[in-house]
């Protein structure tokens, strides 16, 4: 629970981070880095 609660912190603050700069290309790339380990631990 307190995990899901985290991660919830965690793309609230991704949200703020595109708001103030949309064009921040790092923040996207890491988060996609994230996204394919994510489903590459699902499969």
């Given at each position: 629970m307190?995990?899901?609660a985290k991660k919830?912190?965690?793309h609230l603050?991704?949200?703020v981070d595109?708001?103030?700069d949309p064009k921040h290309k790092q923040?996207?790339?890491t988060n996609r880095?994230?996204?394919k380990r994510r489903n590459?631990?699902?499969n």
């Open positions: 307190a995990k899901k919830e912190e965690n603050q991704v949200l595109k708001l103030k923040l996207v790339q880095l994230k996204k590459n631990a699902k």
